[in-house]
């Protein structure tokens, strides 16, 4: 695992007066380079923030949630603008598991960064069958 470290580097007299500063850190049995993960649902798989920076950098990525089935999400409009901000209701939509599987986890693993699969479900039979897909990956 690669860890995230602060370097403040030289100060003007020469001296390195702050040590670089480790940012791992872990949840659970889980270890993390940096205490830093994407927000679910703000970035997909993840991969549609590294135009804008190296996400690799970060602790990890948590995907948008995966349901044991694909869904479409609700109808249009989805997103409306409020005197104080916005409300969405995009309706959880997603690919599925086992599309994910198929066709975003390969290109995850790639990043060599951790990956955290967010899951939901509306009955114990859909998580379990989400975990079972993923465990088998």
Known sequence: MTRAVIGHGPVPDGRDHNP?????????????PSPVLTASGCSAAGRELDQFFDIT????????????????GNPPPRIWETHGGMLNSIGLQNIGVRAFVAEKLPDLRSLNTVIVANVFGYKMADYLEALKVLEDA
């Open 20 to 32: 670089d500063i480790d940012m791992s850190t872990s949840l659970g049995e889980l270890d993390l």
């Open 57 to 72: 950098s970060i602790g990890g990525i948590v995907t948008k949630g995966l349901s044991r089935e694909p869904i479409d």
